[in-house]
């Protein structure tokens, strides 16, 4: 059941419905409910999968918290750790490992082939994986008491808004939320609403039909040669946002729905960042943070010496890459981003001494208008790999965008050439809007309109969708 989808919606006002006529005590049972009707709509297996996680860190969790002996503690911390990330290794990255460890074989004539895993891969199983060992990290680190309810952990963990993709919450944001479940108002229920009308307009408007021109100039790139394929890595790099982001919109409206308040995953202007670091402090939120404070601050350990930080940031960005995806492709995009930040903290001083010397600086707002650009371009530079999920892939995009030997002989036919024009100028407009939010959601910004103004681009946003959207297109992270 996609959030853009009809069957989605009518999901959402019936389980408003039941929500309202339902007592207190059992709300967080409707919710539970709910949520595991809509995983289900995947693959009803999924669900065997996502119960084992919940399981083992549901015991962990009470079993750490209760034991006095440290030695137990370790042991049900590593049982917690190595049973969930070995669950994410057998149905994301075995066929990954087995693959290229047959090629070795084969190469060196061993007669042994590692058999590949049929199983389907259970939708959202990084992301849950992430949010159910944050609570066994937290409770063996001492920052929170274990959830002694079993149904509100496995609301936790399933949670329909937000499981398929994200936000990764904390638990010390969500399960408090989930105890205490209130009655719905009409705050909530309109902020949700404001929310889920943006996230469909970026998602379907924007982000689906530049998706199309994007597909058109990768699947053949010997045609589309030189600008044209520059110009499709520049609209991916907005595609991905539009849709990461238009989902997030989606999951954290359809949650406030009920009141409950998601984590924040995207910056609204994550594309006017002026360095790389900026980039990724706005990007994935919830994901880099959890990298952050369990795998980073983790491998650096106390003693930080300077090329252990470097080493330590170098790792975190590999396994960044590799989280999202199980082919050398990531693992580039997630490298390349990792020397990219590595080398921004190495040469900051001496650049911006350059920058002086040049007097570049005497002029701050063009100065900032072209780092804005140069992090735009480099950031598009670096999605190659991240579309094309294979290095060879990545390496002939690269080399088709250099072949300039087409140059004034465009393959873009007259339609294709509007579309782009329109999809420009969505994208523009959407960004109009984001830099005018500040900080803002997209809810409190409408909410501050006078109400003419805000009905206006209701108005507008609905047509927009209705006329220009397109219908029921998966979203770009249900793949990880």
């Given amino acids: 059941m996609l959030f853009n989808s009809s069957d989605y919606g009518v999901f959402l006002v019936l389980l408003l419905v039941l929500y309202y006529f339902t007592p207190k005590s059992w709300r967080w049972i409707l919710l539970l409910g709910a949520s595991v009707y809509f995983y289900t709509t995947w693959n009803s297996f999924f669900l065997i999968v996502v119960g084992v996680s919940i399981l083992i860190d549901y015991i962990c969790g009470l079993a750490i918290y209760n034991s006095k002996l440290q030695w137990q503690r370790k042991a049900l911390f590593w049982s917690s750790i190595v049973s969930n990330i070995g669950l994410l290794f057998f149905f ?125 100039v990768y699947g053949s790139p010997e045609t589309y040669k030189g600008l044209p394929l520059m110009i499709g890595s520049c609209l991916f790099t907005v595609q991905i946002f539009c849709d990461f982001s238009g989902y997030s919109d989606m999951a954290i409206g359809s949650a406030r729905l009920f009141g409950v308040k998601l984590s924040k995953n995207f910056d609204n202007r994550v594309y006017f960042a002026n360095s790389k670091a900026n980039f990724w402090k706005g990007w994935h939120i919830t994901l880099s943070d959890w990298f952050r404070d369990y795998l980073f601050f983790a491998v650096l350990g106390k003693g930080r010496t300077q090329i252990r930080f470097y080493l330590s940031l170098l790792f975190v960005f590999f396994i960044t890459g590799l989280w999202h995806g199980a082919n050398w492709g990531f693992v580039i995009w997630g490298t390349l981003n990792g020397v990219w930040i590595a080398t921004e ?29 140069f992090i735009f371009l480099t950031t598009s530079f670096t999605a190659m790999w991240f579309k094309s999920e294979s290095w060879e892939a990545g390496v002939k995009i690269l080399r088709y965008s250099l072949d300039w030997s087409n140059i004034g002989k ?25 830099v005018s939010m500040k900080l803002n959601d997209f809810g409190e910004w409408v909410a501050k309109k006078s109400f003419l103004l805000r009905w206006a681009i209701y108005i507008v946003l609905v047509e927009a969708i209705l006329n220009f959207g397109i219908v029921s297109n998966e979203f770009y992270y249900f793949k990880f």
Wanted: charged share 15%.
């Fill in 92 to 216: 994301k990255y075995h066929n990954f490992f087995a693959e290229n460890i047959n090629t070795v074989f084969g190469a060196l004539n061993i007669a042994i082939l590692i058999p590949k895993n049929s199983l389907p891969f259970p939708i959202g199983i990084s992301f849950y994986t992430f949010q159910t060992l944050s609570h066994t990290i937290d409770v063996y680190k001492g920052f929170r008491k274990p959830e002694r309810n079993l149904g509100v952990f496995s609301l936790y963990v399933l949670f329909f808004p937000q499981i398929l993709a994200g936000p990764i919450e904390r638990s010390k944001n969500l399960l408090p939320q989930l105890n205490t479940l209130s009655l719905l108002n009409s705050e909530n229920v309109t902020a949700g609403a404001r929310l889920i009308l943006w996230g469909l307009f970026k998602k379907m408007v924007v982000g689906d039909r530049i998706g199309e021109l994007v597909d058109l």
């Fill in 345 to 373: 903290r190495l040469t900051y001083k001496w650049r911006f001494k350059q920058f002086d010397r040049f007097g570049l600086l005497r002029f701050p707002g063009v100065f900032n208008f072209f780092c804005i650009a």
């Fill in 410 to 434: 465009s393959p873009l036919t007259i339609k294709e050439v509007q579309e782009i024009g329109f999809c420009v100028a969505a994208f523009v407009l959407m960004d109009i809007i984001n």
